[in-house]
């Protein structure tokens, strides 16, 4: 059984950035920053308090710093950020993409006082020609030089390989979401929802342009987020406020949790923790957590603005949300200890 330990909020200083602009993986939210800004919050403390309906109440927290991260020379809107782990701990890897399909990955060093290392820059395949539209982008998780890059309007995804193309896939309907699947056997499987479809592709075969798989969603409805797990399973959800589980070995649902959420889905994500559980993003202001499997809330929290986006470490579940009004959530969730004694 997963339990919230603290639920922070922080307020971007006005100084650093005065009209918020989204870092989204999914184009519910279109960006117009050309920037990606750096901030630590103090995590001291670990006080909860819950009002109805098990909504957890935030605390105020302490902006320590905060900066312009300088190695993300962008000309037009960064329409994603994404950040992953590298090799070592204090090593972190930054993508970014704009509007127009163009791809910056820096590492970072979290430890020393100049967070900047290598980075490299690959330019869109047609140049940046035509007009700008949603982009989004994904590390492989087990090889961390792949990367993909989907573009909404061009209907494409591009895999690459550190600046090397590998391949371009081809999507009937713009693309919405993008992930590489996890599992064993899983390191050249896309997981893209476009239009109400999700689509699975191997960017290694040929036959059906590398398409092996595409399930309908809700008919009429739209498919804003994918999301995979480290067992292999992927969730979907979108403008039915459902979250679909599929099992990619039988391509089945496992489970549907109906109205997880009041309003459109825009952002899921598998727990680290425990992966019976998942957290589900809502187009509004609010964020929830529970088992997909009994479809069982167990706790959600609230923004005072809509979200323009959340995320979660790689592997551990300390989940953070960014509101229109500048004011950023973080959210420290860990296993109860008494239910892992059995108590």
């Known amino acids: 059984?997963?339990?919230?330990?603290?639920?922070?909020?922080?307020?971007?200083?006005?100084?650093?950035?005065?009209?918020?602009?989204?870092g989204c993986l999914q184009p519910t939210r279109f960006a117009s920053g050309c920037r990606v800004y750096k901030l630590e919050i103090s995590m001291e403390e670990e006080m909860l308090s819950r009002g109805k309906e098990s909504l957890l109440i935030p605390i105020s927290a302490q902006v320590i710093s905060s900066s312009v991260v300088d190695r993300c020379p962008h000309h037009s809107e960064i329409q994603s950020v994404v950040l992953a782990e590298g090799e070592g701990d204090s090593c972190l890897i930054l993508g970014t993409v704009d509007a127009y399909g163009h791809l910056i990955v820096s590492r970072l060093d979290t430890v020393a006082e100049d967070i900047d290392r290598a980075s490299y820059s690959v330019p869109p395949r047609d140049s940046?020609?035509?007009?700008?539209?949603?982009?989004?982008?994904?590390?492989s998780p087990t090889h961390q030089s792949t990367v993909a890059v989907a573009r909404e309007l061009c209907k494409s995804i591009d895999i690459y390989d550190q600046d090397i193309h590998i391949r371009s896939l081809r999507t009937l309907w713009c693309p919405s979401s993008v992930r590489f699947?996890?599992?064993?056997?899983?390191?050249?499987?896309?997981?893209?929802?476009?239009?109400?479809?999700?689509?699975?592709?191997?960017?290694?075969?040929?036959?059906?342009?590398?398409c092996v798989q595409r399930i309908s969603g809700p008919t009429g409805g739209i498919l804003y987020s994918v999301c995979t797990s480290p067992s292999g399973l992927i969730a979907v959800g979108g403008t039915d406020r459902a979250v679909t589980v599929y099992d990619p070995r039988r391509w089945s649902a496992l489970s549907r949790w109906v109205g997880c959420s009041k309003y459109e889905i825009t952002g899921l994500l598998f727990s680290s923790v425990d992966q019976s559980?998942?957290?589900?993003?809502?187009?509004?202001?609010?964020?929830?957590?529970?088992?997909?499997?009994?479809?069982?809330?167990?706790?959600?929290?609230?923004?005072?603005?809509?979200?323009?986006g959340f995320s979660k470490c790689a592997n551990t579940d300390v989940v953070a949300g960014w509101c229109g009004s500048g004011s950023i959530f973080v959210a420290d969730v860990r296993q109860d200890l008494l239910s892992v004694i059995g108590v």
């Open 1 to 22: 059984m997963l339990s919230a330990r603290s639920l922070r909020k922080a307020s971007v200083p006005p100084s650093l950035l005065s009209d918020p602009s989204p």
């Open 128 to 139: 940046g020609v035509g007009e700008g539209s949603w982009a989004g982008l994904c590390f």
């Open 181 to 210: 699947a996890q599992g064993s056997e899983s390191s050249s499987i896309l997981t893209i929802t476009e239009g109400s479809q999700l689509s699975i592709w191997d960017f290694r075969m040929h036959n059906n342009g590398g």
């Open 277 to 308: 559980f998942i957290y589900v993003q809502g187009v509004d202001y609010e964020i929830t957590c529970g088992r997909w499997r009994e479809s069982k809330h167990a706790f959600s929290f609230r923004g005072d603005s809509n979200w323009l």
